[in-house]
């Protein structure tokens, strides 16, 4: 079973300790990605309608303390009126995007996580996966006024902010194997942090094998 994109939301703050949005979750064999860009710090927990996620990882740009960082949660509750909250041990500076999945590997929904850091137009990342996943990335800078995911991904969300506090965006890409490349283009060189990880499908129905018949001649059997 191929994993597919379903919801997909976002928010930013300039200066919070716990952004807070709406999210919802539908489908058989649901999972959920939030990608967070901040500065300064990363989160302390990641929650959706109260569950806490698992950090799949996160990286900081030691240049500039920006992070970026990777939260899943396998079998997401769902209906309407939950909340997605991002905490922070104190107020910072947010991007965050959440989406959901169906077709998601019920026991180990993710694969290994890739991160890294520079000072470049072209951040890029070799990222771990398979076929039929869907790689999902998360990139955060500062102050830059364009930045584009390269062809063939596919933005998912994107904040760009100009007045001196942090830019977040993320794409998803097909997976392969045994290995896909994710990247971005931004219109200058800049500090950048950068994460990703495959969400892995779920097991197909197990193919029974073809029953072998074979037929045996019986000769010289009395009654």
């Given amino acids: 079973m191929a994993v597919a994109v379903g919801t997909i939301t976002e928010a930013e703050s300039s200066s919070t300790s716990s952004l807070s949005f709406a999210h919802e979750a539908a489908g058989a064999n649901r999972g959920l990605i939030v990608g967070v860009a ?27 303390n920006d992070w970026t960082s ?21 107020a910072e500076e947010v991007v965050a995007g959440a989406v959901s999945f169906t077709g998601v590997n019920q026991t180990d929904m993710a694969n290994t996580y890739a991160s890294g850091t520079g000072n470049t137009t072209a951040p890029s990342l070799t990222v771990t996966s398979e076929a039929d996943a869907i790689v999902i990335d998360t990139l955060g800078f500062f102050n830059m006024d364009s930045a584009s995911a390269d062809t063939p991904q596919t933005e998912r969300w994107k904040q760009i902010n100009l007045n ?26 800049v500090q950048w942090t950068y994460s990703a990880i495959s969400v892995t499908p779920a097991a197909g129905a197990a193919v029974a094998a073809p029953m072998r018949v074979r037929q045996l001649a019986l000769t ?4």
């Fill in 38 to 64: 901040s500065y300064n710090a990363e989160p302390t927990g990641v929650t959706f309608d109260s569950v806490a996620m698992t950090k799949e990882g996160s990286i900081k740009n030691t240049t500039n």
């Fill in 70 to 90: 990777l939260w899943s949660l396998i079998a997401p509750n769902t209906g309407t009126g939950k909340n997605v909250v991002v905490s922070f041990a104190a």
């Fill in 164 to 189: 001196a506090f942090e830019s977040g965006m993320g794409s998803t890409k097909a997976g392969a194997s045994p290995s896909v490349t994710m990247s971005w283009t931004i219109n200058s060189a």
């Fill in 220 to 223: 010289g059997i009395g009654m």
